[in-house]
């Protein structure tokens, strides 16, 4: 068998959030001498998930091959394996032998094999056991004393401040003894020593007695209850104990200390003094345990010498995985080195995006709604600008946005400092998702200063007004009561409109048809995604038949409808659009009179509607036809592929990776009921879908009346009173509403909003979502996650 090869450099490659990294099912076989550091050195690099080969195996089926003994000690030995299969809840039923006779010999040799292979499993069962359990009392004694040692040296620490702090005020005093101090002899001066250990809770109080008493009180003692029973090493019993201390002076204390330790059944572990030893010996603690979760998951080779490990792995870390497997070889001095191979293999492999900590929360966004399946067009990658610009379109005010972003530049400024700390639930979401606050408070900032809010108050940032009014009497009209005075003003909307009558009628009309033209921009979005995704799996079936019905019949609609927004726009015309679209189904030949936006729209208005109405069809019913017959080609040469498969025999190590022909019969009446209801779910959901859009003028003006509502009738009422009392009460009121209403709730809302329209909207033109994520065993991980 001879080393795969494969591509991939020594470092990771630049990240590519549109598709998932290829990957590769590997099978490495691992001589049982460096079983161990090849586990550890793979969890250090984390690019290998492994698979357990042993699934459908009892314990006692990992074990060796089984030894047996004469026939007099048959019966003993069968009734020892019925005991120990029932400890092990291990069930088994009545069964009738139909194979060929056993010859004595032969079953003699059997169980006597069994007997020893299993004495020796339970042997190093209890060793495993009981070490298990001490370093469970390990762990425990690490946290309950660790606190108490963390807690006195902060003390410790901030009294020898204090005093340096008084020695420098009043330096005369303290010189002499100071000076005395540091003519001691350093031989002379009293060492203390430190054991620690745990004690059954009930003997605790006479064991802090007689250690009193043995030592006449020159020992310190500090107890800690440990909130859960632990597992006694010794007699597997759960047993409440507490975590213990003991600061003496001497070797004759010690010695004292040590017997009666031994005398209460107290265990005794050895402590690190220093926190950061404290904390490197709980993590190799943790990774030990994970070593031998893994190496449980492995098979031995028929040998019983090597281990088989299976799993998932990036194709860029193969040279990674081979180089950490050459490193385990060296250090464990073994004379055979591992054997690392690529399997061919048609299981879907799981889902690998390299994310830093800019795009991992955009990405989770998507991963919320479903995993992506292998090397599918990730929605991630337009999420970090599409996300924020929905939520700031429904957010839009530059004054919120920098209140936004200021608490954004906290976390971010200060995230070192947070991701070393142990949050509460809402602020380690919000430190999680700071990124996309940050962005989302950019883009509030950016769409605020298009719709010329400042907590609902406009300003001239970029010019003078355009209008002006055409006599006094104008100020309290409508905008008939403006003349254009000036070129149109440069940067969003004139400030001239926020205030008047006709503010709320032309504010309404705008972003309703912003709303539906971003909308129809996405779902186009999403389309063309479905295409690419068809391109990359070469499937020329969703191209015609899905991809193209799709973009017509949506274009022939909503793509027309946006066509006439924008032609409206540049025209001024005052046609009306809700008339043009009704009437152009209803009435698809009528005169379209004075609501006519271009020449010949009468002709384009039907093309377009037969266009609708043949893409139906089109999606329906060509695709479950062209599918039968591309499963009858399949199936037909069938046999000539097998004919042509390789004559090499298949080891027992790859036996579970045969993929044998199943003839699965092809349901053409499900696949075509399933395509009609693909198909009416599309075309109902590009009229449900564009309406849905429209939610982004419904919470942009909910945000910007409730603004105005907030600063007219609290903070300016408040200011009209000309009373410092009730504008100091006013100023209060404002900036509880504001905090509490618009930068809480009111963003909440525009979040989740934006989330339902990523989801539901965009996502599903062309994400399926039913992938599964690769999960590598990886000590940083583990650790994170214990932690």
């Given at each position: 068998?001879?080393?795969?090869?494969?591509?991939?450099?020594?470092?990771?490659?630049?990240?590519?959030?549109m598709r998932?990294?290829?990957?590769?099912l590997?099978?490495?076989?691992?001589?049982?001498?460096?079983?161990r550091l090849?586990?550890s050195n793979l969890?250090d690099?984390?690019?290998?998930?492994?698979?357990?080969?042993?699934?459908?195996?009892?314990?006692?089926q990992r074990?060796?091959?089984?030894?047996?003994?004469?026939?007099?000690?048959?019966?003993r030995?069968?009734?020892?394996?019925?005991?120990?299969?029932?400890?092990?809840?291990?069930l088994?039923?009545a069964?009738?032998?139909?194979?060929?006779?056993?010859?004595?010999?032969?079953?003699?040799?059997?169980?006597?094999e069994?007997e020893?292979?299993l004495i020796?499993?339970?042997?190093?069962?209890?060793?495993?056991?009981?070490?298990?359990?001490?370093?469970?009392e390990?762990?425990?004694l690490?946290?309950?004393i660790?606190?108490?040692?963390?807690?006195a040296?902060?003390?410790?620490t901030?009294q020898?401040?204090?005093?340096?702090?008084?020695?420098?005020?009043?330096?005369?005093?303290?010189?002499?003894?100071?000076?005395?101090?540091?003519?001691?002899?350093?031989?002379?001066?009293?060492?203390?020593g430190?054991?620690?250990?745990?004690?059954?809770?009930?003997?605790?109080?006479?064991?802090?007695?007689?250690l009193f008493?043995a030592?006449?009180?020159?020992m310190?003692?500090?107890?800690e209850?440990?909130?859960?029973?632990?597992?006694?090493?010794?007699?597997g019993?759960?047993?409440?104990?507490?975590?213990?201390?003991?600061?003496?002076?001497?070797?004759?204390?010690k010695?004292?200390i040590?017997?009666i330790c031994?005398s209460?059944g107290a265990?005794?572990?050895?402590?690190p003094?220093?926190?950061?030893k404290?904390?490197?010996?709980?993590q190799?603690?943790?990774k030990?345990?994970?070593?031998?979760?893994?190496?449980?998951?492995f098979s031995?080779?028929?040998t019983?010498?090597?281990?088989?490990a299976?799993?998932?792995?990036?194709?860029f870390?193969?040279?990674?995985?081979?180089d950490?497997?050459?490193r385990?070889?060296?250090?464990?001095?073994?004379q055979?080195g591992?054997?690392?191979?690529v399997?061919?293999?048609?299981?879907?492999?799981?889902?690998?995006?390299?994310?830093?900590?800019?795009?991992?929360?955009?990405?989770?966004?998507?991963?919320a709604?479903?995993i992506?399946?292998?090397?599918?067009?990730?929605?991630?990658?337009?999420?970090?600008?599409t996300?924020?610009?929905?939520?700031?379109?429904m957010?839009?005010?530059?004054?919120?946005?920098?209140?936004l972003l200021?608490?954004?530049?906290y976390?971010v400024?200060?995230?070192?400092?947070?991701a070393?700390?142990?949050?509460?639930?809402?602020v380690?979401?919000?430190?999680?998702?700071r990124?996309?606050?940050?962005?989302?408070?950019?883009?509030s900032i950016?769409?605020?200063?298009?719709y010329?809010?400042?907590?609902?108050?406009?300003?001239?940032?970029?010019?003078?007004?355009?209008?002006?009014?055409?006599?006094p009497?104008?100020v309290?009209?409508t905008?008939?009561?403006?003349?254009?005075v000036?070129q149109?003003y440069?940067?969003?909307?004139?400030?001239?409109?926020?205030?008047?009558?006709?503010?709320?009628?032309?504010?309404?009309s705008?972003?309703m048809?912003?709303s539906i033209?971003?909308?129809v921009?996405?779902?186009?979005?999403?389309?063309?995604?479905?295409?690419?995704?068809?391109k990359?799996f070469?499937?020329?079936?969703?191209?015609?038949?899905?991809?193209?019905?799709?973009?017509?019949?949506?274009?022939?609609?909503?793509?027309?409808?946006?066509?006439l927004i924008i032609?409206?726009?540049?025209?001024?015309?005052?046609?009306?659009?809700?008339h043009?679209m009704i009437?152009?189904?209803?009435?698809?030949?009528?005169?379209?009179?004075e609501?006519?936006?271009?020449?010949?729209?009468?002709?384009?208005?039907?093309?377009?509607?037969?266009?609708?109405?043949?893409?139906?069809?089109?999606?329906?019913?060509?695709?479950?036809?062209?599918?039968?017959?591309?499963?009858?080609?399949?199936h037909?040469g069938q046999?000539?592929?097998m004919?042509?498969?390789?004559?090499?025999?298949?080891t027992?190590?790859?036996?579970?990776h045969?993929?044998?022909?199943h003839?699965?019969?092809?349901?053409?009446?499900?696949v075509?009921?399933?395509?009609l209801?693909h198909?009416?779910?599309?075309?109902?959901?590009?009229?449900s879908n564009?309406a849905?859009?429209?939610r982004?003028w419904?919470?942009?003006l909910?945000?910007?009346?409730?603004?105005?509502?907030?600063?007219?009738?609290?903070?300016?009422l408040?200011?009209?009173?000309?009373?410092?009392?009730?504008l100091?009460?006013?100023?209060?009121?404002?900036l509880?509403?504001?905090?509490?209403?618009?930068?809480s709730m009111e963003?909440?809302s525009?979040f989740?909003h934006?989330l339902r329209?990523?989801w539901?909207?965009?996502?599903?033109?062309?994400?399926?979502g039913?992938?599964?994520?690769?999960a590598?065993?990886?000590f940083a991980?583990?650790?994170?996650?214990?932690?």
């Open positions: 068998m001879s080393r795969g090869g494969g591509g991939g450099g020594g470092c990771c490659p630049p990240m590519d959030l998932s990294e290829a990957m590769q590997v099978q490495v076989i691992i001589p049982a001498e460096s079983a090849v586990v969890g690099l984390g690019l290998v998930q492994f698979k357990d080969l042993n699934g459908d195996k009892s314990p006692f074990a060796y091959a089984a030894q047996i003994k004469r026939c007099g000690e048959m019966a030995k069968l009734r020892f394996f019925k005991e120990q299969m029932l400890k092990a809840a291990i088994t039923g069964t009738q032998f139909s194979g060929s006779p056993l010859e004595i010999d032969d079953l003699e040799i059997k169980l006597e069994f020893a292979d020796e499993v339970n042997r190093n069962n209890g060793k495993l056991q009981r070490t298990y359990n001490e370093l469970v390990y762990n425990v690490l946290k309950t660790g606190d108490f040692f963390y807690s040296q902060r003390s410790a901030r020898q401040r204090e005093m340096v702090a008084d020695q420098s005020g009043d330096s005369s005093l303290e010189s002499p003894l100071l000076e005395q101090e540091m003519v001691i002899d350093p031989s002379k001066q009293v060492k203390l430190s054991l620690s250990g745990l004690v059954p809770k009930q003997k605790s109080m006479a064991f802090e007695r007689i008493r030592t006449r009180g020159n310190l003692l500090r107890q209850s440990v909130d859960e029973p632990v597992t006694h090493p010794q007699s019993e759960k047993v409440v104990k507490n975590s213990f201390v003991i600061f003496y002076s001497g070797e004759r204390a010695s004292k040590v017997k031994d209460f265990n005794r572990y050895p402590f003094e220093d926190l950061a404290q904390t490197q010996t709980i190799e603690l943790k030990e345990k994970a070593i031998y979760h893994t190496l449980n998951m031995l080779d028929v019983k010498k090597c281990f088989v299976e799993g998932w792995s990036p194709v870390a193969t040279d990674q995985v081979q950490a497997l050459h385990a070889t060296t250090d464990s001095n073994s055979v591992s054997i690392f191979q399997l061919n293999t048609q299981e879907s492999p799981p889902t690998y995006f390299q994310t830093n900590k800019f795009t991992s929360s955009f990405q989770d966004i998507v991963d709604y479903g992506a399946k292998y090397q599918e067009a990730n929605p991630g990658l337009f999420t970090i600008v996300f924020p610009f929905l939520f700031a379109v957010f839009g005010d530059w004054g919120h946005g920098i209140c200021l608490s954004a530049l976390l400024i200060r995230e070192k400092k947070l070393s700390q142990k949050l509460d639930d809402i380690e979401i919000m430190f999680g998702g990124y996309v606050i940050l962005m989302m408070s950019l883009f950016y769409t605020g200063l298009i010329n809010e400042f907590f609902s108050v406009p300003f001239e940032l970029f010019g003078k007004s355009a209008y002006a009014c055409r006599d009497s104008c309290d009209a905008s008939e009561g403006l003349i254009k000036r149109t440069p940067f969003g909307v004139d400030p001239v409109w926020h205030g008047s009558r006709s503010e709320l009628p032309f504010l309404n705008l972003k048809k912003m033209l971003i909308g921009s996405q779902m186009n979005l999403g389309i063309v995604m479905s295409f690419f995704n068809a990359y070469k499937n020329s079936v969703n191209v015609w038949y899905q991809f193209v019905p799709q973009l017509i019949f949506l274009n022939s609609l909503f793509g027309y409808l946006s066509l032609i409206k726009w540049c025209t001024g015309s005052k046609a009306d659009l809700y043009v009437y152009m189904f209803l009435g698809p030949t009528d005169d379209i009179g609501n006519q936006l271009f020449p010949g729209q009468k002709i384009v208005q039907i093309v377009l509607l037969l266009l609708a109405l043949v893409s139906v069809p089109w999606m329906l019913i060509p695709k479950p036809l062209f599918l039968k017959k591309q499963h009858e080609q399949r037909q046999q000539y592929t004919i042509q498969a390789t004559t090499e025999s298949v027992g190590l790859q036996r579970h045969e993929n044998p022909h003839h699965d019969e092809f349901e053409f009446s499900e075509f009921v399933h395509q209801i198909t009416i779910e599309f075309v109902l959901g590009a009229v564009t849905s859009y429209l982004l419904a919470l942009s909910a945000h910007s009346e409730l603004s105005s509502v907030f600063y007219d009738k609290v903070l300016l408040a200011w009209g009173y000309n009373n410092i009392t009730i100091v009460v006013g100023v209060i009121v404002f509880f509403a504001t905090i509490g209403v618009l930068l963003t909440l525009a989740l934006a329209l990523h539901v909207e965009f996502q599903n033109k062309f994400y399926e039913d992938g599964y994520k690769f590598p065993f990886a991980s583990i650790i994170e996650e214990e932690d």
